[in-house]
């Protein structure tokens, strides 16, 4: 396959998964869906992941890291106890980011680049990327969630990766990094009430089965309904990554991997769809 999306999926980043040897036993199979998750990612040979993170959180602006090098310490501001202090090292991917950037400044979405040498990752994106990419071989770049960005500006960006991907033929992964439902309570062993686990549990099943369009027209009510993470805005980057993946015409496989967990009264899984050919 040519430049395209050749994967648009959504991965769990609970912080009480961030260090494996204290995740408690709720949890530790939303690690072995991560790594199963990764190591179906990199086997379709990725030139760069793009991950949209829930916890890199901007008001009005799209901002895209356009480092060559990520390294850094990422600390969980809201639960330093879980993860006080790790170092990423990562590739990053300028020429991607800054072809974005001009694909999205031509369609008038407000963004820009982060090349910061002081930037940091947030746990949203550090805590997937270490056990889908855990020797940190493939280059990265990262999106935020937009507080100002409706639903469907995301659906756009999303799109928009895919046409810059073919623009520069290259195999590029989405990764939105976001819990199902995300009506969050004290108690880290909570599931989701009833009514939202069924919700997550249709959403499975349209992934499940390959029932790409009623997903992407199931997106919105669920984003609405299930309380989704940031308000859906990381799972509709993925919504139009898909979109754009299946108005090409690839072949699309979807598939879950490791179980449906549940933290703090979120619903938690890894799944997504995967090219075929």
Not at 26 to 44: C, K, N
Not at 148 to 168: I, K, P, S, W, Y
Not at 230 to 237: D, E, Y
Not at 244 to 269: H, I, K
Request: hydrophobic share 45%.
């Amino acid at each position: 396959m040519a430049g395209a999306v050749v994967a648009s999926v959504v991965a769990p980043h609970t912080p009480r998964i961030g260090n494996e040897a204290t995740a408690p036993p709720f949890a530790r199979g939303l690690i072995d869906g991560l790594r199963e998750l990764g190591g179906a990612v990199r086997a379709l040979r990725p030139d760069v992941i793009v991950l949209l993170s829930s916890h890199w959180v901007t008001t009005f602006n799209w901002y895209i890291t356009a480092h060559a090098r990520h390294e850094g310490v990422c600390i969980a501001d809201e639960a330093p106890d879980l993860i006080p202090g790790t170092p990423y090292r990562f590739p990053g991917h300028p020429a991607f980011a800054k072809a974005l950037a001009a694909r999205l400044q031509a369609q008038a979405v407000p963004c820009g680049l982060a090349d910061s040498p002081h930037f940091s990752w947030d746990y949203g994106s550090w805590v997937p990327l270490h056990y889908m990419d855990p020797a940190a071989q493939v280059p990265v770049v990262l999106l935020p969630a937009v507080v100002c960005a409706e639903l469907e500006e995301c659906r756009t960006v999303g799109r928009t990766v895919h046409a810059v991907a073919q623009e520069l033929g290259l195999r590029v992964a989405f990764v939105a990094s976001c819990a199902l439902s995300h009506k969050v309570v004290r108690g880290p062993d909570l599931w989701p009430s009833e009514a939202l686990q069924a919700l997550d549990r249709r959403f499975l099943e349209l992934v499940r089965q390959a029932r790409v369009q009623e997903l992407i027209d199931f997106a919105p009510t669920f984003c609405r309904d299930a309380v989704a993470e940031m308000g859906g805005r990381p799972l509709s980057g993925m919504i139009g990554a898909l979109q754009a993946m299946a108005g090409a015409g690839t072949p699309l496989q979807g598939r879950c991997f490791g179980p449906y967990a549940q933290s703090s009264g979120s619903g938690n899984a890894a799944l997504g769809f995967l090219a075929t050919s």
